[in-house]
């Protein structure tokens, strides 16, 4: 068996400065080496004839040297080659500046194949600069589909492609194989010596196209297989509440003022399954801003305090769990469930109560900031525990976080739209639920992006609306540069307000104030004493001012279309038609497609698909700080169906095997181990 571990210095071609060379594109070893796939293809296996070839194509064709290549100086630092070159249809004038060498690898009279870029082409007549070509019966650069690989400065495509070749040949198809046999076949998956082999250089483009496809899917598969068995670990090895089948919820649902949607119906149903099974659920509740996920969450508590146990609900900060507080006992209380609110300003007497009631179970849901979990605080019996997480953890946090409780069930909540397949990928510990339909009846929120020279209109606008009773976001993006704080943007912004607007109660918020004191703020808000309200992205996305009509953002440029989003879902919330204004300052197209999708749609899935488009998943990733690894070939958005396929199959190969342990799933288990080293704990 071939050691992939070895050293590339070994493979033939490699000497000390091309391992230097090798190693900056992150290459050590022969393993790396294989695995260091094209970043493209050049198709070069069709041969055209000199007639058919139009101007501007990239082709290869056949052809006989007419007589020997001329060279002339044109300038004193240039030199052209020239050659005639004709196949039975037609001929063709080729040139090269600068590369005096090729006269003598050209002979009249001799066949050669030419590939390059068509300049000139006129009836039976074309013109190609330095084009490549293959002496007759060879096919080194023509005539087959060329591997084009990232380079480095000092590597050529020749040198890396015959390196890689090397290599290969070195490892002889002894590659061992990890996807068991059963499984390629139901995914019509080839083999791993094919796949590698025909990734770097296929003959055909067929056999390309398989290959990429098998090591897609095993990049999909790893990661999704990875991410599962840390959920599945936490299912198997404790038995969880089953909550009574019995006890249901109907009456919750009829005293609420409005109808469930068809999508929050759906959900609950995923949601109550989940609860009477044996397994501790683990769940992900997916929805835009507004689709009502609160209710949701109610449902779930009703069931569990019915049931004779606790249910907890966690916000990320205290003015959200007040209002889940006030929003939740005002649907359960009347079913004599007691509900309390743990946040930081309750004094020491006020909290000692509430903790020795929930001990004793005189509480059923204590609803609070993540203090909850953190500080001594015991439950009688918890059974369910909810957190509105609004901001995504890391995979790992979150299944520290499920952890602190012993068999619960969980419930995670998510203002994130994010595609289906993606949130797969991010949320592959969880099991994940979308609501993905807003109640009916919300009025529109009319999205308008202007820019600088349309500030006196915006601000008359504003003016207007604020006569007439309503209230005002104005949010200015966080600034970069080390040395200004978001507190002095805001302050900037502060200043400049209060000279348009004298008449007007203006307040800020920022990042460094003290919990405390952007509550006070807040609340001041919600009351309506402040007529505007200037903060960062501070402003919590889950707060409900109904009398807020307009969300108007500064340099919105710098924001990520969710982020516009969530912000922009700070209005409309009540019985007022809303007003978002995004005011950019840029020249960018990427932007104004940006602005113009926004303008476009309200819908929080489609804005995150299309996020995801311009600025591409990588960035997607990177804003989200977790540990899934990247992808080699995978595409996440062209490769959806395969990403379906190689998800049923991860939870396939877990139902029947959790923890790996098969021998015919043992080399699914070390590459496993390998991708994930120490990102996630197997
Ligand atoms: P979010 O998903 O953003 O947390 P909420 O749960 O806060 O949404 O719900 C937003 C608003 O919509 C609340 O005022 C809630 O009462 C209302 N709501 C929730 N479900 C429905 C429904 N099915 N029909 C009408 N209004 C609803
Ligand atoms: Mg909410």
């Known amino acids: 068996m071939i050691d992939l571990e070895q050293k590339i210095q070994y493979i033939k071609g490699v000497g000390p400065s091309r391992v230097l060379l090798l190693n900056k594109l992150g290459i050590y070893d022969i393993e790396d080496l294989v695995t260091y796939f094209p970043r493209e293809y050049e198709d070069r296996s069709e041969i055209k004839k000199i007639a058919d070839i139009e101007a501007g194509e990239t082709v290869c064709f056949r052809a006989v040297v007419v007589s020997k290549p001329n060279e002339a100086r044109i300038k004193k630092n240039m030199t052209i080659t020239k050659a005639i070159v004709r196949d039975e249809t037609g001929s063709a004038l080729l040139t090269w500046f600068n590369q005096s060498y090729i006269k003598s690898q050209l002979e009249a009279h001799e066949e050669y194949t030419f590939y390059g870029k068509v300049q000139k082409a006129y009836a039976g007549r074309i013109e190609m600069a330095s084009p490549i070509f293959d002496k007759e019966g060879e096919t080194k650069n023509t005539g087959k589909i060329v591997p084009i690989y990232p380079l480095t400065n000092g590597l050529s495509q020749n040198v890396i492609r015959s390196i890689i070749e090397n290599a290969l040949k070195l490892c002889n198809d002894q590659f061992e194989e990890f996807i068991p046999s059963s499984i390629r076949t139901k995914y019509h998956l080839c083999e791993l010596n094919f796949a590698i082999r025909n990734i770097h250089f296929p003959d055909r483009n067929e056999d390309f196209m398989t290959a990429r496809k098998r090591i897609a899917f095993q990049e999909l598969l790893l990661l999704q297989l990875g991410l599962l068995n840390i959920k599945e670990k936490g299912k198997i090895e404790e038995k969880g509440i089953k909550f009574n089948k019995d006890v249901l919820v109907d009456e919750l649902v009829s005293s609420l003022p409005f109808k469930l949607t068809n ?118 019996n918890v059974g369910l525990v909810i957190t509105d997480e609004q901001h995504r953890f890391g995979v790992r946090q979150r299944s520290k976080l499920s952890n602190k409780g012993e068999r619960i069930d969980t ?157 922009r879902g700070r209005v409309g919330r009540g019985k007022f038609k809303s007003y978002c204004i995004l005011k950019y300052d840029s020249k960018s197209d990427v932007v104004a497609e940006r602005m113009k999708i926004m303008q476009e749609t309200n819908d929080g899935f489609v804005i995150s698909e299309k996020d995801l488009k311009l600025r591409g998943p990588g960035d997607f990733f990177g804003t989200m700080q977790h540990g899934v690894p990247e992808f080699k070939v995978a595409n996440l958005f062209t490769d959806m169906d395969l990403l379906k396929d190689a998800q049923e199959c991860a939870k396939n190969i877990l139902e029947e095997d959790p923890l790996l342990k098969e021998d015919q799933n043992s080399g699914i288990r070390k590459k496993i181990g390998e991708l994930f080293k120490n990102k996630l704990e197997l």
């Open 263 to 380: 999508a929050q119906a759906r959900v609950w149903a995923e949601i109550q399954k989940d609860m009477e099974q044996d397994k501790p659920m683990n769940r992900l509740v997916q929805g835009d801003v507004g689709s009502g996920k609160t209710v949701v969450a109610a449902l779930a508590m009703f069931k569990a305090v019915k049931c004779g146990y606790q249910a907890s609900l966690m916000a990320p900060t205290a003015i959200l769990a007040t209002q889940h507080y006030e929003g939740i006992s005002k649907m359960l209380e009347p079913f004599g469930i007691k509900c309390a609110l743990f946040t930081s300003a309750l004094t020491k007497k006020q909290k000692e109560k509430l903790i020795d009631e929930l001990k004793n179970g005189e509480i059923d849901i204590a609803i609070g900031t993540h203090a909850l979990i953190e500080e001594n605080i015991e439950f009688k």
């Open 411 to 567: 419930l995670v909540m998510t203002a994130t739209p994010i595609p289906r397949t993606l949130a797969l990928i991010l949320y592959g510990d969880l099991d994940i639920s979308i609501i993905d339909e807003l109640p009916p009846g919300r009025q529109k929120i009319d999205t308008y992006a202007v820019k600088k020279n349309m500030e006196n209109r915006v601000n008359e606008f504003i003016r207007k609306e604020i006569n007439s009773g309503r209230q005002a976001y104005i949010v200015c993006p966080l600034v970069e540069e080390s040395d200004v704080s978001d507190l002095k943007s805001v302050q900037i912004m502060y200043d400049y307000y209060k000279k348009v607007f004298p008449e007007f109660k203006i307040e800020y918020l920022h990042g460094k104030m003290k919990n405390k004191e952007k509550d006070e703020i807040m609340q001041k808000f919600k009351a309506g004493d402040i007529n505007i309200l200037i903060s960062t992205t501070v402003i919590e996305v889950g707060v409900d001012v109904p009398n807020a009509t307009i969300m108007c953002v500064e340099n919105a440029e710098r924001f990520g279309l969710a982020q516009l989003h969530q912000l």
